[in-house]
C-alpha cells in the first residue's frame, strides 16, 4: 500500500507563487517517476510536469517557463513551484508515482487525492 499526501495548494492573486508538495509512504522499493498533473472544472486532466528518477524534467509547453519541477529521492517528496500564477492555472493538482514493491515486481502507477489552486484576485 502506497499513499501520496499532497500539500501547499490554495488561494493565491494572479502573479503570485505557490509550492506544491508531495510526500509517498508505504511499501516502495524504488520510483522510477514523479509528476504533476492538473485537472479544471469542465476540463480534462492534463500533463503539468514529469520527473525520470536520473533524467531531465518533462513540462507541458505552455507552462515550462512559470512552473519547476524538482524531487528528494530521499523523502521520497516531489515538488512543484509554480511562479506568475494565472487564473487559468485554476485546477485540482494531483501528485502521480511510478514505483515498483521490489525487484521483480512491475511498475505501478499511483495517485494523490489533489490539492487544490484557485489563482483570483
Known amino acids: 500500500q502506497v499513499q501520496l499526501v499532497e500539500s501547499g495548494g490554495g488561494l493565491v492573486q494572479p502573479g503570485g507563487s505557490l509550492r506544491l508538495s508531495c510526500a509517498a509512504s508505504g511499501s516502495i522499493f524504488s520510483i522510477y517517476a514523479m509528476g504533476w498533473s492538473r485537472q479544471a472544472p469542465g476540463k480534462e486532466r492534463e500533463l503539468v510536469a514529469r520527473?525520470?528518477?536520473?533524467?531531465?524534467?518533462n513540462y507541458a509547453d505552455s507552462l515550462k517557463d512559470r512552473f519547476t519541477i524538482s524531487s528528494d529521492n530521499a523523502k521520497n517528496t516531489v515538488y512543484q513551484q509554480m511562479n506568475s500564477l494565472k487564473p487559468e492555472d485554476t485546477a485540482a493538482y494531483y501528485c502521480?508515482?511510478?514505483?515498483?514493491?521490489?525487484?521483480?515486481?512491475?511498475?505501478?502507477?499511483?495517485w494523490g487525492r489533489g490539492t487544490q489552486v484557485t489563482v483570483s484576485s
Open positions: 520527473i525520470v528518477n536520473g533524467g531531465s524534467p
Open positions: 502521480n508515482i511510478a514505483w515498483t514493491g521490489g525487484r521483480l515486481d512491475p511498475t505501478v502507477r499511483s
